[in-house]
């Protein structure tokens, strides 16, 4: 995803925001921070409690998961697993249209 983020991928007018969640000690991606900084994830981080807190506030099914917030900050789509970039783009791009 980065490598589209870098191309330009983001339309105008949305911020992208991402949550560590589920951080497990036995996976590749831990931990998270050195991970993401790896990939060179230019994206801001927030990070979830041990308990999953916002993970659960949000409905994480699967990862990768995909919350979609309006300007209101009204949650208009949740979507789990992968998505296509360019559709991701354009769902965006009419979402911050508005």
Known sequence: MQPWIDGGGVPAGV???S???????SRDN???????????WS??????DETGTVAD????SS???????DGEGTVVAQV????????LGQTLGALAAG
């Open 80 to 87: 789990g697993g992968m998505v296509n970039l360019d559709a």
């Open 63 to 69: 990862f990768p998961f995909w919350v979609l917030v």
């Open 30 to 40: 831990y931990p998270p921070d050195e991970w993401l900084e790896r990939e060179g």
């Open 43 to 48: 994206v801001p981080v927030l990070v979830d």
């Open 15 to 17: 911020e992208l925001v």
């Open 19 to 25: 949550v560590s969640t589920a951080a497990n000690a």
């Open 57 to 60: 506030a949000f409905g994480l």
